[in-house]
């Protein structure tokens, strides 16, 4: 038997191949289409699916890296331009990283999102163009 800890890695590892493909084609990933494509089982998908999103923030954001997990949106909130926005608890993270200071939904949200998603799609979109994921 697996142990969890190795679980929760080889989940976030497949995420990060996933992400960064999406990096590389300047897109985001709803999050029920990403936990198919990284073959996220159930039950509770996507619930292990924002557990493993916010790993990855955490240590992307101690390792000074884009946030890869920026590219996750939800399908419910949506900025002003119509683009998807990831769920609150992304916001409340953030806030807790120091890297927001602002509501979770808005102008302000989708202007951090945007940010981010900028970031990451060029930090990791380079690196999976160079074979250096």
Not at 71 to 95: E, K, S
């Amino acid at each position: 038997m697996q142990n969890p800890a190795d679980d929760d890695r080889d989940l976030q590892e497949r995420l990060r191949r996933v992400l960064t493909l999406c990096a590389a084609a300047g897109e985001t990933l709803a999050y029920r289409d990403l936990a198919q494509r990284a073959e996220v089982p159930g039950p509770h998908s996507i619930h292990r699916l924002t557990l493993a999103l916010e790993a990855m923030i955490r240590d992307d954001h101690a390792a000074g890296r884009p946030l890869l997990a920026a590219l996750a949106v939800g399908r419910a909130q949506r900025g002003a331009d119509g683009r998807p926005l990831p769920g609150r608890g992304f916001f409340h993270l953030l806030a807790e990283l120091g890297r927001y200071d602002g509501p979770d939904h808005g102008t302000a949200a989708a202007a951090c999102h945007a940010g981010e998603v900028e970031k990451a799609q060029a930090y990791w979109g380079a690196r999976e163009a160079s074979g250096g994921v």
